[in-house]
């Protein structure tokens, strides 16, 4: 019998919105970066983690996701080994290399950033989401190069109908530099996570989680 | 020195992005590691290569740095000591 798992949080940014299960939880007009964007939805949000200023553009931007997904879940009644996440993207962490080549391409002036080199790998991002909340089960950043709601759904299934993990935090989060030759340089960034569960519950949400829902929630 | 302490505290902030700070609020004489200001073994690697890169200095023996690193001042009187 094919078993159902159960979508109970799910949260989007993009285009200088945050959206809590369907619902506008900021936006910001006009923001002067992408960085004034996501900082100020962070603080907005009355989260106190000051490493969230050290990350990457890729990790901030999963790490803000991951926190409001988490918000009003019931993610403490599992054990740290019960919760997976699986998140997919595009670009891996180009943008993080491309800056962390500027400071080695120069023989001359050559300075290795610690910091820029400790996030030149995708999954970094997923070790913030881990060390925030203490996770320790199954996770893995997958590249695909669009939105694939059937490779979500499957991996997902897999881990959670297998007994690897009891729940999953999982989507797609993208931030990708512009690098047209254009005076406005505004990067794309589209984040999109749900945490999905085995169980139906009480959440609002609690929908199915197939490839039409996921589909239908990431097109919202 | 105090000139050198203040110019420290901001680059410091800057290249560790510690947004959160101004330079007032970090006590010269406050530990970086640990209880103090909080910073990690990355951000370790981030003073040697501002040592390096901005002040031109390295640290010959691994074993100064837990002393060099102990607060922005033993940093300032490092540079102070060995900038040429």
Redesign the interface.
Known sequence: MKKQNYISNHCIIRNNKVLLNGEMLFSMENPLSYNDFI?TAFRSQQITY?KF??MDNLSKLGFLTSELVLKSSKIKEYKENEIAVIIFNSSSSLDTDMDYYETIKDKANY?????LF?YTLPNIMIGEICIRNGFKGENMLLISQQFNSIALTETVNNILNNGKAKCCIAGWVEYKRNTDNTFFQNPFYDSFLCLIEKNENDNKVNAEFNIENINKIYKS | MDTLIKELKEEIIN??????LTPDDIDADAALFGDGL?LDS??A??LI?IL??KYGLKIGNPDDGKEIFRSIRSIAEFIKANKK
């Open positions: 900082k000051p200023f050290k300075f290795p950033n610690p910091s400790v | 290249e560790l992005n510690l947004e959160d909080g990355i951000d690697l981030s290569v390096e890169k």
